[in-house]
């Protein structure tokens, strides 16, 4: 065996083992994506359970989506706007802390109002006791790639990051997670705008890796046969 055709032959197994692997984690990423979105599905649609004390843990993968419903009273004079583009044009969260009978804080999402109507006196509030159901949310602490920093001190907040936002407001027993209200009328703010999808490209990528794993494989065998060939 010729030193190129032993490099060859090093190089094709490092690679034929590189792209078989990567193919199998993407089957095994599929797995879990299929598993999720039917979690996921079961959640949105079951009965509503009471929402976890304001201290209880939360995880994402054990609790965002859940349905939850919450009694309390909405301090309607701590609301927050948080900016966000929109199906109807450059709009707001409304998110208002409402507190329950022990005195902690849960935020609610109450939906989303049209940036043109993001005038507190633009849109329902409610007083008084009051129950709220929805989907269980995970604080978004973390910004995108090229998203704005909220500015607290400004009241400027451009995602739901609700440690951020409780401790801007001085609540001290406030639940780690937010509430996104169910659609109960169509009036603003307008509930019910929880997206629930997840990209799953998953077995695209597997087939992709699996044919470069092909692709090595049969030019390896184009060579071996080039090189037999060549000796005859």
Same mark, same amino acid.
């Given at each position: 065996m010729t030193l190129r055709l032993i490099i060859v032959s090093l190089l094709a197994a490092v690679?034929?083992?590189?792209?078989?692997?990567? @193919?199998?984690?993407q089957v095994q990423r599929l797995a879990w994506k299929l598993d999720l979105i039917e979690r996921v599905d079961a959640r949105i649609h079951a009965d509503p359970v009471p929402a976890p004390a304001f201290d209880a843990p939360v995880a994402r993968d054990a609790d965002e989506y859940r349905r939850v419903s919450v009694t309390g009273s909405y301090l309607n004079d701590d609301e927050v706007l948080v900016y966000t583009p929109s199906d109807f044009g450059p709009a707001y969260w409304v998110l208002t802390p409402l507190q329950r009978a022990d005195g902690s804080i849960v935020m609610i999402n109450r939906g989303i109002v049209p940036q043109h109507n993001g005038d507190i006196a633009d849109f329902d509030h409610i007083d008084g006791e009051t129950t709220v159901t929805g989907l269980l949310r995970i604080s978004e602490a973390d910004g995108w790639l090229f998203s704005r920093e909220s500015n607290p001190d400004e009241q400027l907040w451009y995602r739901r990051d609700i440690g951020s936002i409780t401790q801007a407001? @001085?609540? $001290?027993?406030?639940?780690?997670?937010?509430?996104?209200? $169910?659609?109960?009328?169509?009036?603003?703010?307008? @509930? @019910?705008?929880?997206?629930v999808s997840f990209r799953?490209?998953?077995?695209s990528y597997a087939i992709t890796w699996y044919a470069l794993a092909l692709m090595v494989i049969g030019g390896y065998g184009m060579l071996l046969w080039h090189e037999i060939r060549h000796k005859n």
């Open positions: 690679l034929l083992a590189c792209f078989a692997a990567l @193919g199998t984690w407001k @001085g609540f $001290e027993r406030a639940a780690p997670y937010f509430i996104d209200e $169910e659609l109960t009328a169509n009036s603003w703010p307008r @509930g @019910g705008q929880t997206v799953n490209s998953h077995l």
